[in-house]
């Protein structure tokens, strides 16, 4: 693969590098996402206008990949800004008089997920909270990760250097041969048999952005939890969990869901600023970790500044230390409380409402073959499918040209993808289900 353009696409699975969506020609569309420039205020006519409304969104596309990376809604651009000129104006004393204090962002954070404070640590992405998860993990030879084939490059390849450093084994086991037929049981039943006297950690993920198949973490949770019941304290399995793609979508706590850890990017159902996520878990774990980056903190950096060993690692020792990108990064507690004022029940429904009418949709056509379960059951927010005669990034090709942002699957299989969310409304979903079908060879 010599051109490094289609490298990048394949990488992205987003048309974002070609000429198709090139600077200038986002230019001359008059795009608004690449000029900054709020749209036109036009009189909202519903509920779901009104949260459209606070984007500074292009008008004039269906964003329907808009999960990859968040636009911010204007709380969130406003939070951005005010600590941006904060920061800009005397950074010295606006650092010092906030950076040890995250409190206003992790107790919106808290009510959202219906845990403690203390229980979060703040990370850059899911790829970052991932990786200090997978690698502070108190793994030792003889030990078993067992994952699924199902997860993101980024779950794999931490869990692949995690094992490697602490010469411990991973195994990957399929919980679905086709997406389309994921069932909940099926998906319990294969973990359940996969569990072995030697699995200490259970990585799953619980979206799946290469089909859109949900998992069913807490049913995992409970097979999880009587596998453990058998077990001495010291050779029990925790489950760790790649949320990104249920957390801004799903009605559901983080004790609900069932997991020991949860990792997830915030920047991208969830609209926070771009480069911010969480790592959560369960208080009685934390001490078990072994934290890679340097905590700014008082109690690590405290200690060390007293000569004395490091306190036991908590959620907050596990939040990266170093100078952040802070007016993001302090601006996040506004996407939290974005999604609470609109309601996480109506967020959930509203979703699952628009993926139904596009896999009805899709369903109804026949030159398109869907790989992600029709019932909510088994799915959430992502759509992915084959069109006859079409490659993936094809499909998103001819998309975009009409206006229509979808993406591809980054994964060995690739498929196309829609992701109907919370910026999109029927009247979108029926356009780009008439774009879809017009993909069909004539
Ligand atoms: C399932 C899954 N996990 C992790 C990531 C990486 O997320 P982040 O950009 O927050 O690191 C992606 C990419 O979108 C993903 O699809």
């Given at each position: 693969m010599a051109d490094t353009q289609l490298e990048r696409r394949q990488f992205f699975g987003?048309?974002?590098?070609t000429a198709a969506l090139s600077t200038a020609a986002l230019g001359s569309m008059g795009c608004q996402a690449v000029s900054a420039q709020p749209p036109a205020a036009v009189p909202p006519a519903d509920e779901w206008d009104r949260v459209r409304a606070e984007f500074s969104l292009a008008p004039d596309y269906v964003h329907l990949a808009g999960f990859l990376l968040a636009s911010h809604p204007r709380p969130v651009r406003e939070a951005i800004e005010r600590h941006r000129r904060a920061l800009d104006n005397n950074p010295a004393l606006y650092v010092e008089a906030r950076?040890?204090?995250s409190r206003p962002v992790l107790e919106p954070a808290a009510e959202y997920f219906g845990v403690?404070?203390?229980?979060l640590a703040l990370t850059d992405s899911t790829t970052m909270g991932l990786a200090i998860l997978y690698s502070g993990l108190p793994l030792a030879p003889g030990d078993e990760v067992l994952t699924t084939t199902h997860d993101h490059y980024v779950t794999h390849e931490s869990l692949r250097l995690a094992t490697l450093r602490a010469g411990a084994s991973l195994r990957k086991v399929a919980l679905y041969e086709r997406g389309a037929e994921a069932t909940p049981t099926g998906m319990t039943a294969a973990i359940e048999q996969a569990i072995a006297p030697q699995t200490r950690v259970v990585a799953i993920t619980w979206v799946h952005s290469g089909t859109g198949v949900r998992t069913p973490v807490r049913a995992i949770a409970d097979v999880v939890a009587s596998a453990n019941a058998r077990r001495a304290p010291e050779q029990r399995i925790l489950l760790c969990v790649d949320g990104v793609h249920g957390l801004g979508i799903e009605d559901v706590t983080l004790p609900e869901l069932g997991c020991d850890f949860f990792a997830a990017g915030t920047h991208k159902w969830l609209f926070g600023p771009r480069g911010t996520g969480i790592l959560w878990g369960k208080a009685e774990h934390w001490p078990r970790l072994r934290p890679i980056i340097p905590h700014f903190g008082e109690a690590a950096f405290g200690a060390w500044m007293k000569g004395q060993p490091p306190p036991p690692t908590t959620a907050d020792m596990m939040t990266p230390g170093g100078f952040h990108s802070f007016e993001h990064r302090w601006a996040l507690g506004e996407a939290f409380r974005f999604h609470l004022a609109i309601g996480k029940r109506k967020v959930q429904e509203r979703i699952h409402e628009l993926n139904r009418q596009c896999k009805e949709g899709l369903a109804r056509m026949k030159h398109v073959q869907l790989h992600t379960p029709r019932g909510d059951e088994a799915s959430s927010g992502i759509i992915t499918f084959e069109v006859a005669g079409l490659k993936p990034e094809q499909i998103v090709h001819r998309l975009v040209e009409k206006k229509i942002v979808a993406s591809s699957t980054p994964y060995a299989t690739s498929y196309g993808r829609l992701a109907p969310g919370l910026l999109n409304n029927p009247a979108e979903i029926e356009r780009a289900l008439a774009e879809v079908q017009a993909l069909a060879k004539s």
């Open positions: 987003l048309l974002a590098s950076f040890m204090d403690k404070a203390e229980e």
